[in-house]
């Protein structure tokens, strides 16, 4: 059974700094295209920024370019998104997914159709 635990969530201040993981369990990641989504309260679920199986191609949001980092360890099955300059609109649930299909980190984001999510981890900036 296909399993993403993410963790690092949680109260940072507007500047601040978090780095999120996501953990799978039961296959491997190493042949999986990833992301990270978001969905802040009363909003749809958006796609804050996807990595290829490689690591070498990324897409990101246009409202965190600059301040978040993907990346992929594909040798403890874990993928990050360090997350810089938060601000209040960063605030919401974060969630990751995996494809195992042919396709690209932007049209993984863009789609939001995974074959996996994890259960999400809270993200709230506030002073």
């Known amino acids: 059974q296909l399993q993403l635990v993410e963790s690092g969530g949680g109260l940072v201040q507007p500047g601040g700094s978090l780095r999120l993981s996501c953990a799978a369990s039961?296959?491997?990641?190493?042949?999986?295209?990833l992301g990270w989504f978001r969905q802040a309260p009363g909003k749809e679920r958006e796609g804050v920024s996807c990595i290829s199986t490689s690591g070498r191609n990324t897409h990101y949001l246009d409202s965190v370019k600059g301040r978040f980092t993907i990346s992929r360890d594909d040798a403890k099955d874990t993928m990050y998104l360090q997350m810089s300059n938060l601000k209040p609109e960063d605030t919401g649930d974060y969630y990751c997914?995996?494809?195992?299909?042919?396709?690209?980190?932007?049209?993984?984001?863009?789609?939001?159709?995974?074959?996996?999510w994890g259960q999400g981890t809270p993200v709230t900036v506030s002073s």
């Open positions: 039961g296959f491997n990641l190493q042949y999986h295209t």
């Open positions: 997914a995996a494809v195992l299909r042919i396709t690209t980190p932007q049209a993984l984001c863009v789609t939001g159709n995974p074959d996996a």
